[in-house]
């Protein structure tokens, strides 16, 4: 939804995998169907929506969590205000890391996408807007980390240490592509080791 604008007709292209979601329809994936996806992921992957880094754009990171993996995307605003996707990514949560807390996972998904993306989140010159749905991680990011008392959350900001961001709360409902990239990851980190 973030990135629909930059794709030109759109609802037509999905209108193969929108018939799905008509009630009373079978849902059967079938040619037509992998075929409209596989045009949109090229889209999507392309000079429409994807922007090469700039270092004199500030980043915005938006992150998410679920019980299933992270989602992040991270953009940066042209001169006209519009996002443009910078990167994006998810990573399934190991086994451990599923009995985390809803606190600690949303931490955990901020964490994953600095360092997954250093080359561009280091030693930015404004500050990294991290947007999430999590309105408890906007207070915990105004602690000094040596604060904290619970030591995940501890040594997840101590982590974040080298990197100025400042933590936003944005309603769920406006974080879609980071929410739908932690509902369906990438790829399960524990089945690459």
């Not at 985390?100 to 807007?129: M, Q």
């Amino acid at each position: 939804q973030q990135l629909a604008s930059f794709i030109p007709h759109l609802s037509e292209l999905l209108a193969p995998i929108n018939a799905l979601l008509c009630k009373n329809v079978a849902f059967q994936w079938l040619e037509p169907q992998q075929t409209a996806f596989e045009k949109v992921k090229e889209l999507l992957c392309g000079p429409l929506v994807l922007k090469p880094y700039r270092l004199d754009l500030p980043l915005e990171c938006h992150t998410d969590a679920s019980r299933t993996a992270l989602g992040w995307v991270l953009l940066q605003r042209e001169d006209n205000g519009q996002p443009r996707l910078v990167t994006c990514g998810s990573k399934a949560l190991t086994s451990a890391e599923k009995n985390y807390s809803t606190i600690e996972l949303e931490t955990l998904a901020i964490v994953t996408c600095l360092h997954k993306n250093k080359y561009f989140t280091l030693g930015t010159r404004d500050p990294i807007k991290v947007y999430c749905d999590h309105k408890p991680l906007s207070a915990l990011w105004r602690k000094n980390w040596t604060d904290i008392d619970n030591p995940r959350l501890r040594r997840f900001r101590e982590k974040t240490s080298q990197f100025e961001i400042e933590v936003i709360h944005v309603p769920g409902i406006l974080n879609k592509t980071a929410d739908a990239l932690s509902r369906l990851p990438i790829a399960n980190q524990e089945t690459l080791n």
